[in-house]
Nanobody, 127 residues
């Protein structure tokens, strides 16, 4: 099965930053929408950011606006999430996900059920 691969997580102090990477297989990169989600044990998976591959329009959860930046490098088939000014409440497993081929972000992050391709996650811990 096609699967995205996240990397770049780690343990940082509050106020620190990380750059998370999502390697997207070419067949998955036919999607028009890739998002980042995060989840902690016992809680619902939360949308963080999304990007329209065609056009580059971005969307962010209110909790991360001004601190997180999603971007893409189409030549490398990679989507990034730069996480700055980290807070302890940002601690979570971060997942990259893609909607089905040909699908768009529909004007926002959407819900996790609208994304069909997922990675295994990369852990971000803020203390």
């Amino acid at each position: 099965h096609v699967q995205l691969v996240e990397s770049g997580g780690g343990s940082v102090q509050a106020g620190g930053s990380l750059t998370l990477s999502c390697a997207v297989p070419r067949n998955t990169y036919t999607t028009n929408c890739i998002g980042w989600f995060r989840q902690v044990p016992g809680k619902e998976r939360e949308g963080v950011a999304a990007i329209m591959i065609l056009g580059g329009t971005t969307y962010y959860a209110d909790s991360v606006k001004g601190r997180f930046t999603i971007s893409q490098d189409n030549a490398k088939n990679t989507v990034y999430l730069q996480v700055n000014s980290l807070k302890p409440e940002d601690t979570a497993m971060y997942y990259c996900a893609a909607r089905a081929s040909g699908w768009f972000c529909d004007g926002g992050l959407g819900t996790s059920s609208e994304y069909v391709h997922w990675g295994q996650g990369t852990q971000v811990t803020v203390s």
